[in-house]
């Protein structure tokens, strides 16, 4: 693979070729160019320290350079004014620390700074900056995945991995999600928002951007040619029919799918109205955005679960003891235990049956094609993989 200019994206990485690149090969190990720890980004104290490590060293300037924006002035005028101060505080607070006598040049430095605050928002990854694979772009279906591995042998910085998730021809974009789809219900609209605010692009990948036909209520449209999303498309079965003139009854069609911009059934070819279409779209949207809280707050359950070792926690010791009072604090300890098991196991039954039905409401107003049924399954999959986990552990605690 190589680093190259990709039309209307900058640059980007293409498959080099000249075989073809098998999915689940891995394509880039790269170490991060800069580190912080988990959960400790600030992008403003991130790019000071860069201001002055690319002052110290030149072939780490060169390095950053080649990171997207080129210049401070690449970014919109109100995003720079909304971080400048943010910036030169951070950056006074760097020099105070590492360049006492270095006098900040409000003019030149702080555009400095802000092309590397923006390098920094633009490109960073859970805990580092790194240059090659800072040059992936995105596409909300992407044909690579990235993974941090943790440091081992006495490494003090993570690195990051590129793997393809498919084949990909030679001379193909290398693309990666900036998103997460896998736990997140996202819709083409938000995500084109989200990336426009933090990435500073507007996405015209496939799932965001594709051509539509000129079929159903875009049938007598003036103009020439249609875009919409892919896989927000609604079932045909949510909708309400006039019944048959011939046997006055409302046919139904089990599993066809209304497109969400041309209201036609590639089923039964029936066209909903404009009302229709947006009746059933607006109770669509309502459940996405329900759907939405629900998996950001079960993940993050789920998440605080793992964090503790809740799923690691090793049985209590039944080693005796000739003491009372340890005795008695390995009893305490086992039951403390065995209750935070019981809780643990009934608030996952009940996240378990919610996600569930809701669910059910989704295959009701929804195509099973519907990008919301991915989040779903995966978090029901790490629902019941947590109750079975954390039951065996109730189990050993137990005995």
């Not at 997207?68 to 943010?86: G, K, L, N």
């Not at 992407?142 to 793997?163: A, F, I, K, R, S």
């Not at 875009?218 to 909708?239: Q, T, V």
Request: proline share 5%.
């Amino acid at each position: 693979m190589r680093v190259q200019p990709v039309p209307g994206k900058g640059n980007g990485i293409v498959c080099a070729g000249p075989a073809p690149v098998r999915a689940e090969t891995l394509l880039l190990r790269e170490r991060v160019f800069e580190h912080w720890p988990a959960g400790s980004y600030a992008a403003a104290a991130i790019a000071a320290r860069l201001f002055f490590r690319t002052r110290r060293y030149p072939l780490d300037a060169l390095s950053a350079a080649s990171l997207f924006p080129a210049t401070a002035s690449d970014v919109p005028a109100p995003r720079r004014e909304q971080v400048a101060s943010v910036v030169l505080d951070a950056l006074c607070t760097a020099a105070a620390a590492q360049d006492p006598a270095y006098a900040i040049n409000e003019s030149t430095d702080i555009e400095i700074a802000l092309r590397l605050y923006f390098v920094v928002e633009c490109n960073s990854f859970p805990t580092g900056l790194l240059i090659t694979l800072s040059n992936a772009n995105h596409s909300c279906n992407p044909n690579c995945y990235v993974l941090e591995e943790d440091p081992v042998d006495g490494e003090v910085l993570p690195t990051y991995t590129l793997t393809a998730k498919r084949d990909i021809s030679p001379g193909e974009e290398i693309t990666i999600s900036y998103l997460d789809l896998v736990s997140m219900v996202e819709l083409a609209e938000d995500r084109r928002r989200h990336l426009e605010e933090h990435f500073l692009f507007f996405c015209m990948c496939e799932w965001c951007h594709s051509p539509l036909e000129k079929v159903g209520l875009l049938a007598a449209s003036s103009e020439e040619s249609h875009f919409g999303p892919k896989f927000e498309d609604l079932a045909c079965h949510a909708f309400s029919w006039p019944p048959d003139e011939a046997t006055g009854q409302s046919q139904k069609c089990v599993d066809g799918r209304i497109g969400c911009r041309t209201g036609l059934c590639d089923g039964c070819q029936r066209v909903a109205s404009q009302k229709q279409l947006d009746t059933v779209q607006q109770k669509a949207d309502r459940l996405i955005v329900n759907l939405r809280r629900f998996l950001l707050e079960t993940n993050s359950f789920l998440a605080q679960i793992r964090k503790n070792n809740f799923f690691e926690l090793e049985r209590p010791s039944s080693s005796s003891s000739s003491k009372s009072t340890k005795t008695a604090s390995s009893a305490a300890s086992a039951g403390n235990e065995r209750i935070k098991y019981i809780s643990t196991i009934k608030e996952l039954k009940r996240l378990l049956k919610v996600l569930e039905g809701m669910k059910t409401r989704s295959q009701e107003l929804l195509h099973s094609t519907h990008i919301a049924f991915g989040p779903i399954e995966a978090c029901l999959a790490k629902l019941r993989s947590g109750l079975v986990e954390v039951g065996e552990k109730s189990r050993q605690s137990s005995n």
